[in-house]
């Protein structure tokens, strides 16, 4: 299958962060067709991270996620586009690093690997567990792949996840008095959650709050509801912790605040030849930090991701594919050229 070809195979398969089995056994069979010794890494029964290798310590890993938001949308394509769930964030991504691994075996750069993870779209429970894989320690460059309009992305929001949960008291919708909302209760904690004074940060940007998810009551004519919860996500600017301080200040025990997931703001590498920008979004990134020094680059724009027109262009898709072997073979030989000299200086030292 050639580059195209491929990302629409990928984009036809539903994988919803859950239900990843089938694209990882189609990627596992894939990879080993071309010649990789390939490992289905077990992260939960019938979700397995996908990991390639050449055969040779892999010193730079190409890596995205399989699972995707729902709701599954097939491939279509014209003459600028490649469309369906998927296009950009991120089977387009899963392909184009494949073709940049094929070309670079090519090239006779052996030392490179590929790293498929589940779960990203939620919790990356599989970069997490990928983390603790042993093909970690031989890694040292980790080059990650989100939808950046192939702009090398020297710094990425992080990310709170957190459950707000009232309790109350039900009643007859007719005899409201004798309830306690915790519906209401939840709508007060949240107008003031809005209001907060967030932190911003001249590298990073501003602190964005989401009110993701509502939820509460049973039907209209039971009033003062038992129970209510809201889902919030926030992009972090800074470390976690001055946000969680703000957030619980802000509650001040009206609510049961419960932390589902967080990720730092990470700061990345620029490399000379490659544009580069900031991004607002969290990645696997910051649960993969035994993989060596990140870098983030892709094709498509993160503003396609997630929609119901998700896309990535034709040509991104296969500028993509050059920027990833061009940035890898770099940072491949840059090491290599260190090396030898060190080796050299070692020798001059010991004459």
């Given at each position: 299958m050639n580059l195209f070809?491929?990302?629409?195979?990928?984009?036809?398969i539903p994988s919803p962060s859950g239900e990843e089995g089938e694209v990882g056994r189609f990627l596992a069979s894939h990879l080993g067709g071309l010649g990789y010794a390939v490992e289905s890494q077990e992260v939960a029964e019938g979700r397995a991270n996908v990991i390639a290798t050449t055969g040779a310590r892999p010193r730079v890993v190409l890596s995205t996620h399989m699972d995707t938001v729902p709701p599954s949308i097939a491939s279509g394509e014209d003459e600028e586009f490649i469309r369906g769930r998927g296009a950009c964030d991120a089977k387009g991504i899963i392909a184009a690093q494949i073709a940049a691994s094929e070309r670079?075996?090519?090239?006779g750069f052996a030392e490179v690997g590929l790293l498929f993870t589940v779960d990203e779209e939620l919790g990356s429970v599989g970069a997490r567990a990928a983390n603790?894989?042993?093909l970690a320690r031989d890694c040292e460059f980790l080059i990650n792949g989100e939808p950046t309009e192939n702009?090398?992305?020297?710094?990425?929001?992080?990310?709170l996840r957190v459950r707000l949960a009232c309790e109350g008291r039900a009643a007859h919708s007719a005899y409201p008095e004798h309830g306690d909302s915790a519906i209401e209760k939840l709508l007060d904690v949240l107008a003031d959650v809005r209001a907060c004074a967030w932190p911003a940060d001249e590298f990073f940007g501003e602190t964005t709050c989401n009110v993701g998810t509502v939820a509460g009551g049973t039907r209209p004519n039971v009033i003062h509801a038992a129970e209510?919860?809201?889902?919030?996500?926030?992009?972090?600017?800074?470390?976690?912790?001055?946000?969680?301080?703000?957030?619980?200040?802000?509650?001040?025990?009206?609510?049961r605040v419960e932390y589902l997931s967080v990720a730092e703001p990470v700061r990345m590498r620029a490399v000379e030849g490659f544009e580069s920008e900031v991004v607002r979004f969290t990645t696997d990134i910051p649960y993969l930090t035994n993989w060596g020094v990140p870098l983030l680059l892709g094709p498509g724009s993160i503003l396609d991701a997630h929609t119901a027109h998700e896309k990535v262009s034709k040509r991104e898709l296969e500028e993509s594919v050059g920027l990833?072997?061009?940035?890898?073979?770099?940072?491949?030989?840059?090491?290599?050229?260190?090396?030898r000299g060190a080796t050299a200086a070692e020798g001059e030292l010991r004459g």
């Open positions: 070809e491929l990302t629409r195979r990928l984009i036809d670079l075996r090519a090239e603790e894989h042993a702009k090398l992305a020297v710094g990425s929001k992080g990310s209510a919860e809201a889902v919030l996500q926030l992009r972090l600017v800074t470390d976690s912790s001055r946000v969680k301080g703000i957030l619980e200040r802000t509650v001040a025990g009206r609510a990833y072997a061009r940035l890898a073979r770099s940072l491949l030989m840059s090491r290599s050229e260190a090396g």
